[in-house]
């Protein structure tokens, strides 16, 4: 009987506990927002990185829905600047969740125009001059064509770049540094243009094959002696392995042809004949991850990361299948790029760190 009422009473206490904290959680809740927001808005990633080039995922993914990998981004730290190089659907929100704040980003580089690593742009922009209240619109690099992506940006903004100004006032989001502007260059007789060439800092440009896409481009960039290479999206080429060569880190595009015939096969089982056609047709002007294993090999790097997944990989054990036979062709090491993945490289060395951000 005496343990009866001991259960009771735990029973009752807990009870009362429990209710006592639905009564409070808002209160608590409120006091914890207070705290998360004022570490958040004060945290600045760039601010306290070490000296070296950094690369973090703003985005592994590609046109394809996916919930674990957003559109094509990747933002470059080298030294205290910041460079974006694509900006697809998430890059805003995920450059947020990396510790970087939008309005610190010196400049934006596009490798092309298909809609996925451009989609983001209008976010991107957005944030980026609101967040700090710059006064110059965000220089944004690209081959030709990119000052008319760039104007479609611009105009479709322009009233809500006047709303804004009339609502927070010229002082808080100067007129003058909405939107971007664009920066278009051409490509040289070696498919080749220097955009950024500084004693410590270089950025070039380089043509690949993504046909019927042209102009496609990778990028090379060297800081302090440690040299990262973005292959873009392109079959597989030479220009990349030529630019790779003895790259510490290079972030090249890949898709695995046997899950797309799996995706082709379901669209046909579903009556889906175009969706079937786009399967098929993709397969052309991308690499495979074994290819991209080859040219990581060939040209001796440091480290492969393969982003752009196509397609997505929803379920465990689905990045194995993906890597197919990858690891074998190139022995160093090898990954799929998640959205969160940071890497430190710092000067006068051959380290490569991995980091989670989220």
């Known amino acids: 009987m005496k343990s009866s009422r001991i259960v009771l009473w735990t029973l009752v206490a807990a009870t009362l506990l429990g209710t006592a904290a639905y009564a ?5 809740s409120l006091a914890a927002a207070r705290r998360m927001a004022g570490d958040r808005l004060a945290a600045d990633l760039l601010a306290t990185l070490p000296d070296g080039l950094h690369v ?6 590609s046109p394809f829905p996916d919930d674990k990998r957003a559109g094509p981004c990747t933002v470059v730290v080298a030294g205290k600047r910041l460079f974006v190089f694509d900006a697809g659907s998430g890059a805003a929100r995920n450059i947020g969740r990396l510790g970087f704040v939008h309005g610190r980003i010196e400049a934006i580089f596009l490798t092309h125009f298909h809609s996925d690593h451009i989609d983001g742009l209008g976010e991107l922009m957005l944030q980026r001059w609101v967040s700090t ?4 619109p965000v220089p944004v690099h690209g081959p030709s064509g990119v000052d008319t992506v760039i104007a479609g940006w611009r105009q479709a903004y322009a009233l809500d770049q006047g709303y804004r100004v009339a609502h927070h006032g010229e002082a808080t989001v100067p007129a003058a540094g909405f939107g971007a502007t664009a920066r278009p260059y051409t490509l040289g007789a070696d498919g080749r243009a220097v955009i950024v060439k500084e004693a410590d800092l270089e950025i070039v440009a380089f043509a690949v094959d993504h046909a019927p896409v ?5 990028y090379r960039i060297r800081y302090k002696g440690r040299t990262l290479v973005l292959s873009g999206d392109t079959r597989q080429n030479d220009a990349v392995r ?3 060569q003895g790259a510490d880190l290079l972030v090249h595009e890949a898709l695995s042809a046997p899950l797309m015939a799996v995706l082709a096969d379901g669209a046909t089982q579903a009556g889906r004949a175009n969706l079937k056609k786009i399967f098929g047709d993709v397969l052309d002007y991308h690499s495979s991850p074994e290819q991209a294993a080859q040219t990581a090999r060939d040209a001796k790097v440091g480290y492969l990361l393969l982003n752009h997944i196509v397609p997505a990989l929803p379920l465990p054990g689905m990045e194995q ?12 090491p090898i990954r799929v790029a998640a959205d969160g993945d940071f890497f430190s490289l710092p000067p006068g060395s051959t380290d490569i760190k991995l980091t989670r951000r989220f």
């Open 133 to 136: 209240g710059n006064q110059s």
């Open 242 to 244: 030529r630019e790779a």
């Open 214 to 218: 042209q102009p496609a481009v990778g």
């Open 321 to 332: 299948a993906f890597l197919g036979s990858a690891p074998d062709v190139f022995a160093g």
């Open 56 to 61: 973090g995922v703003c985005g592994a993914g």
């Open 24 to 28: 409070f959680r808002g209160p608590l």
